[in-house]
């Protein structure tokens, strides 16, 4: 059997790891967009391939925030050998990641007769290339499902890090490596470094300050409980017990940097975002939007809509939205 490319209409969705309930509440609610059988659905793993989202509805978002990459413009391959799905593959694109719910053994073979893409767990930082990837997926021992147009750079859309187990102190610090990554990614933002200072709400018990130490930056850390010691003792580090939330910009003064990891409303950090940014004396802010309860939609278009911002899912994320803004 000859080699045979079948253009297909709409749009695939990948998830974020275990958010495949969210994503289809998103498309429900933002989007108005079904995902039953009755609107032509069908799900390979994770994938979630819907025939009617249309080509103007993509171009009306960048992403839906739970979805870590989509395929955009997918295409059945129906082939024989795995020379030959490579072939067809590079064909059409030079770099390809693939996403396996099945056949992880035949899509190791193909894989290995693409040009090399970088899938293993990253180091921090990294520095991720600004190349168009494709993403595709085995339906059978015979047939892909694939699309050389997505809408991420990132290879399956997921950043993964090796993880410090003994250092830092709670696993939140890999939440800022990688919103820090997605800044240089989306605005080409340095890196917090050496000189810089940092301001960091709700600090406690130190994860995103112990990544901004390890930069070299100063951090003014607030938060009604302390750090933990080794950081309480870090003299670039300065803590201070208050309720980050009622201080002013002016009594923090100009920073490089201001980070919240806050639990609090989404409206409440709309508002404090606003006072910082309307203060200018910030350049860049990386927030999370903590859910309460369902997604406020509205809310997160407001986010969204400030200059020089995204809002996006990380994969460190949980029921949790984050807001990058970078001035530079």
Not at 158 to 182: C, D, G, V, W
Not at 204 to 219: D, E, I, Q
Request: net charge negative; aromatic share 12%.
């Amino acid at each position: 059997m000859p080699v045979r490319i079948e253009e297909i209409p709409g749009t695939v969705f990948l998830p974020f790891p275990d958010m495949s309930g969210m994503l289809e509440s998103e498309l429900a609610e933002r989007f108005s967009c079904s995902t039953s059988d009755d609107a032509g659905a069908e799900q390979y793993g994770d994938l979630l391939y819907l025939p009617g989202f249309k080509p103007e509805q993509k171009d009306s978002l960048h992403v839906p925030y739970w979805c870590r990459t989509a395929m955009l413009e997918p295409f059945i391959l129906h082939f024989d050998s795995i020379g030959e799905a490579a072939a067809a593959l590079r064909e059409k694109q030079r770099s390809w990641a693939p996403y396996q719910y099945q056949l992880f053994r035949r899509a190791g073979f193909i894989q290995e007769k693409l040009p090399y893409v970088n899938l293993k767990t990253r180091t921090f930082p990294a520095k991720i290339p600004q190349t168009p990837i494709g993403l595709y997926t085995l339906l059978d021992a015979n047939t892909i499902i694939a699309s050389a147009r997505t809408t991420s750079f990132i290879p399956a859309g997921l950043i993964q890090f090796e993880e410090n187990h003994e250092e830092p102190p709670s696993r939140a610090y890999l939440k800022i490596q990688e919103s820090l990554t997605m800044a240089q990614l989306l605005f080409g933002a340095e890196l917090p470094h050496a000189g810089q200072s940092c301001f960091e709400a709700g600090a406690c018990p130190g994860g995103w300050t112990w990544v901004l130490v390890k930069l070299g930056c100063r951090v003014h850390a607030v938060d009604r409980a302390e750090l933990v010691p080794e950081l309480m003792h870090n003299p670039l580090v300065k803590f201070q017990a208050h309720d980050a939330f009622t201080l002013k910009p002016d009594d923090i003064g100009p920073c490089d940097w201001v980070f919240s990891d806050v639990i609090c409303y989404p409206e409440r950090l709309f508002e404090w975002v606003q006072e910082w940014l309307s203060s200018g004396l910030v350049k860049n802010m990386i927030c999370t939007i903590k859910m309460q309860g369902d997604v406020d939609w509205k809310l997160a278009a407001e986010f969204a809509a400030i200059p020089d911002s995204r809002v996006v899912h990380l994969n460190y994320n949980k029921h949790e939205l984050t807001w990058i803004h970078c001035g530079k």
